[in-house]
């Protein structure tokens, strides 16, 4: 199996929808950057800009100023299903929803180079992200924001989709801390988090002890 494309292990992945709007003419609310500046510095690996609902100008302009953070910190962005904006602001790659852009399509258009991730919820949906580089599966755990799609997937079902892939699995779906050892022993090459550390008290002391977890320096 190739290696995950970024480490440490750890991708944080927005939600600007946690923080008050951001004033007139700005791209971040003071609080949002504030969190998202103190992760990328205490050493995500990897950052997923994830906002479905904003129109390409606001998206971009956010991941135009993310980018810049993110290169300076050596981290790697990838901009969620938006292969225009990836390439438009040189970001390091896409994320592709289940029901997004097909793998083969987004590889045309950014080249062989750049990332491309995928989210996986089934044996269907991970055939269909041949090509891609690294597959987030989940929800794992309960967490608030999918309960009305469902039950969580559980760790039997993460190891059953780490067997079948090819290429490496974060987890993601109410993942602290003190899940990762489990999410680890199942086979995941990491995880992908969001509430955890963006509704962290300390986001760097959290990001220090992912890293901690996942067996990084």
């Known amino acids: 199996m190739r290696p995950l494309p970024f480490s440490p292990p750890l991708c944080l992945v927005t939600d600007r929808r946690r923080f008050p ?33 904003l129109d390409g100008r606001a998206l971009c302009e956010r991941a135009a100023l993310l980018g810049e953070r993110c290169r300076a910190a050596g981290v790697k962005l990838v901009v969620n299903d938006r292969v225009d904006i990836a390439l438009g602001v040189g970001a390091d790659g896409v994320h592709l929803p289940a029901n997004g852009l097909p793998v083969d399509a987004a590889r045309a ?96 002391a959290t990001v220090r002890r992912f890293r901690q977890m996942l067996g990084e320096p």
């Open 21 to 53: 709007a951001p004033e007139p003419g700005q791209a971040f609310a003071a609080e949002e950057w504030r969190v998202l500046d103190l992760a990328i510095g205490a050493g995500v690996g990897a950052v997923q800009l994830r906002e479905k609902d």
């Open 109 to 204: 258009l950014l080249g062989p180079a750049p990332l491309i991730g995928c989210s996986v919820h089934t044996a269907d949906e991970l055939a269909r992200s041949t090509g891609c580089d690294f597959v987030l599966f989940g929800p794992v755990f309960d967490t608030p924001a999918k309960r009305a799609f469902g039950a969580p997937q559980g760790v039997e079902a993460l190891a059953a989709m780490v067997r079948a892939a090819p290429v490496p699995v974060l987890a993601v779906g109410g993942i602290v801390p003190e899940r990762v050892g489990e999410v680890l022993r199942a086979g995941a090459a990491g995880v992908a988090v969001i509430a955890a550390i963006l509704d962290a008290a300390d986001p760097a």
